[in-house]
């Protein structure tokens, strides 16, 4: 059941990821955006930005697509603590598919590149989320890159 | 000024090295038998390396100092692993970023004692702390981590990756492959196609890259990556390494020469209190927080494409 474009609400009764305690967010925190980062030369800034982590328990929203013969999943759509690595992601879509976590599976952030397992997801989130998802594509064999 | 890059600079900071004394840990050294405890291996890195890339010649090193110690012969390449002062290195970051991260660390020191003294692992690979290969795939493993994150700074300066995916299959394998040879030139003939010039139609006339691909490291927080423009698309004005710190990291970093920043004391009081400003490190050097960003994004990138910046106590 593939959610609409249109559809923007998260589930709440749907499986969250698991929220651990974050412990080292305090170099994300940040105020509201200023001029560099609000730059009106930017086109399409990503309007996840105004989910900066200044809350360290913050969530933001993960959007997954299955990519070639990928099994899909129930429920496209999930809420990650900000504060997590991407290996949080990793295992998380493993487990929700079934797999063995030894089995691989290819994750990329907007069907460009993979980012390592210790990346920030706020990070990610903040970088390269389009419209406040962040584009997860997941593959059984090498897609992309 | 745009889109040019400037050699000089470019090659330079390419021939950088750091030179490192490794020694086997002692607790490896007694399970695997190996008897010269005291032996180090002094070695000249180049910051732009990784550790992958020379664990095959340590261990070789060291098996074939201890008399042709069959145990540490046998050794996995994946199970080889380097430590600092305790703490796991990550071999997925350039050589020259964990130095500078290490002596960052250590504000009784301003300069970092050289040579950078790590120690190397054979056992116990802290698979929760590292990044775990598979026998025989240290080298793909590493040359996949690097076109991926040259694939994050090309989405980042352009918005998509057609850039990286426009260059040739030989342009491409030629990146990684005059990298790891260590061929400047051969290397700058397909980096120049990424990194000059910004994406078309952004920033009127495509002049500058939509965001800078940097990232930020403070001991004891996670790596900090922001969206951030290089430039005031109203004044034309090129932001400068120190605007955006005092701008993304305001809690550590002032561009106020001499200035102070506020934060809560670390030991859990909640108490604010004032801390000098730090100062930000790039390739072992003390950057001037005046240095345009876009200037420093095309010169001073490690090859990865990113501005791998350390904040220094």
């Given at each position: ?145 | ?146 076109m991926s994150m040259i694939k994050e700074a090309d989405f980042m300066r352009n918005g998509n990756i057609k ?46 890259p939509r965001f800078v691909p940097m990232r930020v490291y403070v001991a004891g927080c996670a790596v900090v ?89």
């Amino acid at each position: 059941m593939q959610s609409g474009d249109a559809n923007f609400d998260v589930p709440h009764h749907g499986k969250f990821l698991v929220t651990v305690n974050p412990t080292s967010m305090s170099a994300a925190e940040q105020g509201p955006a200023t001029s560099p980062l609000a730059s009106p030369s930017v086109p399409r800034r990503p309007s996840s930005a105004a989910t900066s982590n200044a809350e360290p328990n913050a969530k933001v929203v993960v959007r997954f697509r299955a990519t070639g013969n990928a099994p899909i999943l129930k429920q496209n759509f999930y809420k990650i603590t900000a504060s997590q690595k991407f290996q949080t992601v990793i295992s998380f879509l493993k487990k929700e598919l079934h797999y063995k976590q030894q089995q691989s599976l290819f994750l990329y952030v907007n069907a460009a590149f993979a980012p390592a397992p210790d990346e920030i997801v706020g990070n990610l989130h903040k970088c390269f989320a389009t419209d406040g998802n962040l584009i997860i594509n997941y593959s059984t064999t090498a897609a992309w890159g | 000024m745009q889109g040019a890059i400037d050699e000089t600079v470019a090659e330079r900071l390419w021939d950088g090295q750091v030179p490192l004394r490794i020694s086997v840990h002692p607790a490896d050294a007694a399970a695997l038998g190996v008897h010269s405890k005291s032996l180090s291996l002094y070695l000249s890195v180049h910051r732009f390396s990784y550790l992958t890339l020379i664990a095959t010649d340590v261990r070789r090193f060291f098996a074939d100092a201890d008399g042709g110690n069959a145990r540490l012969g046998e050794v996995d390449d994946a199970d080889i692993w380097f430590e600092c002062k305790g703490e796991p290195l990550k071999w997925h970051y350039p050589v020259g970023l964990l130095a500078d991260m290490t002596t960052a660390a250590n504000a009784a020191i301003p300069i970092a004692p050289l040579p950078w003294h790590v120690t190397v692992r054979f056992l116990n690979f802290p698979a929760d702390k590292l990044l775990r290969g598979h026998s025989e795939s240290m080298l793909s493993m590493t040359s996949d981590a690097f076109m991926s994150m040259i694939k994050e700074a090309d989405f980042m300066r352009n918005g998509n990756i057609k850039k990286v995916m426009g260059l040739s299959k030989q342009d491409q394998t030629q990146l990684w492959e005059s990298f790891a040879a260590h061929r400047f030139r051969d290397f700058w003939n397909v980096n120049a196609q990424l990194v000059a010039g910004g994406s078309e139609g952004v920033n009127g006339g495509g002049s500058y890259p939509r965001f800078v691909p940097m990232r930020v490291y403070v001991a004891g927080c996670a790596v900090v990556q922001e969206p951030v423009s290089p430039v005031d698309g109203e004044s034309d004005h090129e932001y400068t390494l120190g605007e955006i710190l005092s701008n993304i990291l305001p809690r550590y970093y002032s561009s106020i020469p001499g200035g102070q920043v506020s934060r809560r004391s670390p030991n859990g009081t909640g108490e604010v209190t004032t801390f000098p400003a730090a100062v930000p490190i790039l390739h072992g050097i003390e950057v001037p927080p005046d240095t345009p960003l876009v200037w420093l994004s095309r010169n001073c990138s490690y090859p990865d494409n990113f501005l791998h910046v350390v904040l220094r106590f």
